[in-house]
Structures are given as C-alpha cells and as structure tokens.
C-alpha cells in the first residue's frame, strides 16, 4: 500500500530517540534526555501573552496563506536590522516552522534527479526531503576543522547540481562558519550558478563573540541565490509553536508560497502573533537564554571525560563526539541501556563514528550525564 518514495525515507532519529526517552521516563526510567534539539526553557511570556489576546480577539481564522502582512513586515525588518540584508515583506513566506519552509523550497526549486550538496555532518532531514522533493543528496566531506572540504565541494559540482545548504551554526557539529569561510564558499557557488539554501536558525545561538554572517550579505549576487531559511523556535524557545520562514528572491517567494497555498495554507494564526511578539521583542526576550547554553557548553568542555573527542561547539547546542572510534548505533544503544542516557548517533547524520548530545537541558542533569560518561568510559578501557 505505501509508496516507494515513503518506504525509501527514514524515520526522523532526532524525534524517534526522543520519543523512546520520554516512553522510558514515563515508565519510571532515570534517563537523561540528551536527544532532541529544543531549547529547555519557557516560551517569554510577552510572547504567550500575545497568543492569549490573539485568541480572546477572535484572532482565529485563517490568514494570508504566505502569513500575514503585519508578521512579514516584522521579519522583514528583521533582516534588514539584523542581518543587514534587505527583502521587501513580499519575498517572505512563514510556515509551520523552518522544517516546512525547507520542504517547501525543495518542492519548489527542485526537477527529478536534480543534486543538492549537503556537506556532513548534517541534520538528519535534509537528505529525506530532498529525496521526497525527487532530487538526490550529494554529500560534501568535512575537513580538520568540521567543516566542508572546498576541494570536494568543487569536485562534486557538475551540470545537474542545483543547490547546496548550508547550516551555520551548524546541528550537529556546533561549528560556525567565520566570515572568510562564508565568502570562499560564496565564491563557488557564485562561480557555477549554484542556489544556497541557508538554514540560520541558530543564529543566536552563538559563543565566545562569534558572529553570525548570512551568506546572503556577501554580495548582491549571492543574495540572489540565496533562501534565508529561519525560526522563531530556536531563538525564542517556541519550538511548538512551529513557524518558520524563508525569504529570496521574489521568484523562489512566489513559487514557495504557491506550495503553500495548495498544501497546508498559512500557519497558526495564534502562533503568528506570538511570533510577530517574539520578532518585535528581540535579544530582551532571548539574551538570558543563551548565557545559560553558554555555562552548560563550558561545563561540559572542562569536565567531560578526556577520551572523548569533538570539536569545541561555538554555537547551536550540541556537542558532536567521538569515543575510540566505536560505531555510534552500537554506542548510543550501550549508552542508553547501561547509563541510561538518550543520545543520538552519528550515523543518522552522516559520520557514523560520532554521537550527538544536546545540552539543551539542566545543569543538573549534564552533571549526571559527566558523571555516568565517566563511569563508562572508565569501564571500557
Ligand atoms: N534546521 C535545523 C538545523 C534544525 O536543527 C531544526 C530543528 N528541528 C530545524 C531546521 C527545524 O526547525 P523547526 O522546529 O522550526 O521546524
Ligand atoms: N532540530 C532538532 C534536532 O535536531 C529537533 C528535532 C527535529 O526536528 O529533528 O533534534
């Protein structure tokens, strides 16, 4: 009965070891969640209470199906203050989150067989939507530093190549990409035509005075081929409220939006002006956050056990580690069975000798999690 293209995808990992967590949790299991990638802390409550008076207005019908006018306009500006970068509110199309939004431009900009590079490590739904879009993921090799190896990027262009994404911050490395970095990859892609499909949702979520740099602000050029992909989930702790945007050019826009219009039509409208709120609120809403992630990050770099090994995140909420090679199934399996921890491996996110833990959580429960990391490692010398 299932089609080919289902049975040929993957469950999500992120979402799949979750669930088997919270199961074990509720089944009276000590285990330490360290798999899903979502803020742990409350949505502020300015933005709550924005949704509160959006209900008590009658603020419950369908709106705009590229979201309303009051929200783009907000995003819009945002880019412009923020990110330097500037798309008129009609280059701008909100959805039910950036995982919608990155669906919806695949089904638009790709043909059957078209190649999307994606460099690995990488989010385990990039390939599969790519694969439901009908194009084929083409995987990039990282270097030294986790990040893609522009030899192989240059090598795996070819004349069905349409597009590439880029994950700066990145999930699952944490790795950011300095401006240099942003600019030399610009300049491939600028070179063969290439559409980056740039997926910022960490983007403030960033250590150690680091900056976010959009490879849209490279170059008019670039900005041409770029779709800012974004979300208000990360950011501000909203990852239930599921809006996410996109904003390029007006042609990819109104191609997106058509998607949107004959799929699922426009977002929540009570989560558009909780976002409208969150957007217009700011780094007031989100600041405090962010130096809790960067107290967790520093305490798990100076106390997790020596033999793992990892690059130092600089951003996101993740850190990506290897321990004496093993393979990260067998790993993440023995983690949660022995020491009862819930991480995610590798393998779903292309470097199959690497495990993936959010540090998304409590202090408390990182504390526990050196603690048991240390009990193993100890006992597999
Ligand atoms: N991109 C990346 C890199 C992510 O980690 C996530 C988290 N799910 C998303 C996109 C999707 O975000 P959202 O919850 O807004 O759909
Ligand atoms: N992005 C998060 C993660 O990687 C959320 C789960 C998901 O949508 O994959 O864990």
């Known amino acids: 009965m299932i089609s080919e293209k289902i049975r040929q995808i993957k469950p999500s990992a992120t979402l799949e070891i979750n669930r088997k967590a919270k199961e074990l949790k509720a089944a009276g299991v000590d285990v ?72 919806n431009v695949f089904l638009a900009i790709i043909e059957p067989g078209d190649e999307v590079i994606i460099p690995a490590p990488y989010w385990v739904s990039y ?18 530093n986790f990040k893609m190896d522009l030899g192989h990027l240059k090598s795996l262009i070819n004349k069905k190549t349409k597009a590439m994404v880029l994950n700066s911050p990145s999930n699952p490395t944490g790795v950011v990409y300095d401006k240099k970095q942003i600019c030399a990859v610009a300049e491939i892609l600028l070179k063969n035509n290439i559409l980056c499909i740039s997926d910022e949702v960490y983007e403030k979520i960033i250590y ?30 909203m ?66 056990p020596a033999e793992l090994h990892y690059p130092v995140p600089m951003g996101a909420f993740y850190l990506f580690f290897n321990y004496r090679d093993m393979d990260s199934v067998a790993l993440c399996e023995r983690l949660l069975e022995e020491k009862f921890l819930a991480a995610v491996p590798g393998a779903d996110f292309g470097a199959d000798k690497f495990t993936r833990i959010s540090y998304a959580t409590s202090m408390k429960n990182l504390e526990i999690t050196v603690q048991r990391l240390k009990e193993f490692t100890s006992e597999n010398k």
């Open 32 to 103: 330490i969640n360290l798999s899903v990638g979502e803020p742990d802390f409350d949505t502020p409550d300015p933005v709550k209470e924005s949704a509160v008076q959006a209900i008590r207005d009658g603020f419950t019908k369908y709106t705009e199906a590229n979201g309303t006018p009051e929200l783009k306009k907000a995003i819009s500006e945002k880019l412009e203050k923020e990110n330097g970068l500037v798309y008129s509110p009609e280059q701008v199309v909100v959805s039910n989150g950036a995982k919608h939004s990155l669906y």
């Open 127 to 144: 390939p599969e939507m790519v694969r439901l879009a009908g194009g084929v993921p083409v995987f990039c090799r990282w270097d030294e």
């Open 239 to 304: 990852t239930g409220w599921r809006i996410g945007y996109i904003a390029a050019e007006k042609e990819i826009a109104a191609a997106v939006g058509k998607v949107q219009g004959q799929t699922t039509s426009a977002p929540c409208s009570i989560s558009q002006k909780a976002a409208y709120s969150a957007i217009k609120g700011g780094e007031k809403l989100y600041s405090g956050m962010i130096e809790e992630f960067r107290k967790r990050r520093n305490y798990l770099v100076e106390n997790l």
């Open 208 to 237: 150690e005075g680091m900056e976010h740099t959009s490879i849209a602000s490279h170059s008019p050029e670039m900005k041409k081929l770029t779709v800012v992909v974004n979300a208000v989930s990360k950011t501000f702790a």
